[in-house]
Every structure is written in C-alpha cells, then in structure tokens.
C-alpha cells in the first residue's frame, strides 16, 4: 500500500494514525515535499477522474483566478494539480492495484480489513 498526500494534512494525518493503530504497513510519499509525476498523476486520472482528485474545497482552489475555475477542464486541471499538489484531494492511496481518494474511518475498514 502506498499512501500520497501532505505531511501537515490533518485528513492525512488521520489516515496515518488509522493504518497505524491498525498496524497496516504503508510507504507514504509526500507530494508536496517529494514531488509528484505527470504519468503518476494521469494513472490517478484514468482510475477516479480528474473531478475526483481536484479539491475545490480547499484554498488553493479558491486562490485560483475565477477564470481558471470557469473553464477548468481535463487538461487544465491536470497541469493545476502538477503545479499546485496541495490542491488535490488527499490521501490518495494505492493498494491492490486500485486507487482510493480521501479518508472515511467506516469505508476504509471494509476496504482494507485484510491489507
């Protein structure tokens, strides 16, 4: 299992002790800090969709000029979430060659009682 996401993150952060208090071993990788791939994020892309990960929540999305929010598409968006990782939804986990985004105590007991 391999958990992406912001160290600082409080939803992260939730997440890591979820797995932690479970003993579910997991690599995290902080994209922020350590970067995050186009490939990686097209991979993301093709298994939830672009509207899935793009946090429009958050303030990075908000400090988007309200252009840039109009018109935000497939490609647009992608670039976005390349040049600003803080404005994708987090975590981001990969396990069993499937990918999940954000963090519910209730969906991740069904969904990694066995990891």
């Known amino acids: 299992m391999k958990l992406y996401g912001i160290k600082n993150c409080d939803t992260v952060k939730k997440a890591r002790k979820w797995l932690d208090e479970r003993n579910i071993a997991y690599d995290f990788h902080d994209f922020k800090k350590d970067g995050l791939d186009s490939e990686r994020l097209t991979q993301w892309e ?59 105590d209730d969906d991740w007991a069904q969904k990694f009682a066995d990891a």
């Not at 979430?81 to 981001?92: A, E, F, G, Y």
């Open 46 to 104: 093709q298994a939830v969709g672009w509207e899935t990960l793009l946090n429009r929540r958050g303030t990075t999305w908000r400090k988007l000029p309200d252009e840039v929010r109009d018109t935000i598409g497939a490609q647009s968006a992608h670039q976005i979430m390349l040049d600003n990782p803080s404005i994708i939804k987090r975590p981001v986990v990969e396990h069993d060659g499937s990918v999940s985004v954000g963090f519910k």
